[in-house]
């Protein structure tokens, strides 16, 4: 069975991405799949990297940042509270922060964690590109057949009795160019006012998660029921 609701794509928050902004130096691909030669899903090393940062407000970081070129930044109490709730799929690795030219940090900041998700899932080929795109068959790397299917108009539906799901994915057989994660951290975002989160349910066509309401899931339920009943669970 596949299913478009176990899993949101993580995205920045509009406000937060007009403001600032961050990028990763010095960190190491320590794994590349050995057909297609791109960075396996978690396949980087963090230990001696920095995230440069541009903050020219100076305010308080938020607890989520999107880092240029992929991945996640994370405060410290976003990552302490996954750890407690034992969410799975993901690595997060400590990093120190470095103000760009003409920007400024708050002298009182929390800590801050690259974090790369690592759990694998099965996608539905024929939702997600109807077969049409080109997959690295050794790590999933997909890419657009021209003329066929574009990187934006695909629906991600993930097999749902291959046993325990991870809370934190980027695919498996195929990975789909975003970071998702369960309905459980969309909840905890929530529930403790996360700042700098936004997300979006992974089929096409439906609206962004209203954070501001308790209902969500319910309400994301009735927007998809119309364009996609079979693949809702019952």
């Known amino acids: 069975m ?103 940090l708050p002298v009182e900041r929390q800590r801050y964690y690259a974090v790369d998700f690592t759990g694998r899932v099965e996608v539905s080929r024929q939702h997600f590109d109807d077969n049409l795109g080109q997959v690295c068959p050794a790590c999933g790397t997909w890419r657009p057949t021209r003329g066929k299917v574009s990187w ?23 990975r789909v160019g975003n970071h998702l994660c369960s309905r459980a951290f969309v909840d905890l975002v929530r529930d403790h006012s996360f700042t700098g989160f936004s997300f979006r349910p992974a089929a096409r066509g439906l609206p962004r998660v209203d954070l501001a309401n308790p209902s969500w899931f319910d309400t994301f339920r009735e927007q998809a029921r119309t364009s996609y009943p079979e693949l809702l669970e019952e």
């Open 2 to 104: 596949y299913s478009i609701e176990r899993f949101f794509a993580v995205l920045q928050d509009i406000k937060v991405a007009h403001y600032i902004s961050a990028s990763l130096y010095r960190a190491e691909a320590k794994e590349k799949c050995l057909q297609c030669d791109r960075t396996m899903a978690g396949g980087r090393d963090y230990t001696r990297a920095n995230c440069r940062v541009e903050n020219p407000t100076g305010n308080s970081l938020p607890d989520f940042v999107a880092l240029y070129g992929g991945g996640n930044l994370w405060s410290e109490r976003v990552v302490a509270l996954v750890q407690s709730k034992g969410l799975t799929g993901y690595r997060a690795t400590e990093i120190e922060l470095v103000p760009l030219l003409g920007s400024t």
């Open 152 to 174: 934006g108009d695909k629906t991600v539906a993930i097999r749902t009795d291959l046993g325990p799901l991870p809370d934190f994915t980027t695919g498996g057989n195929v």
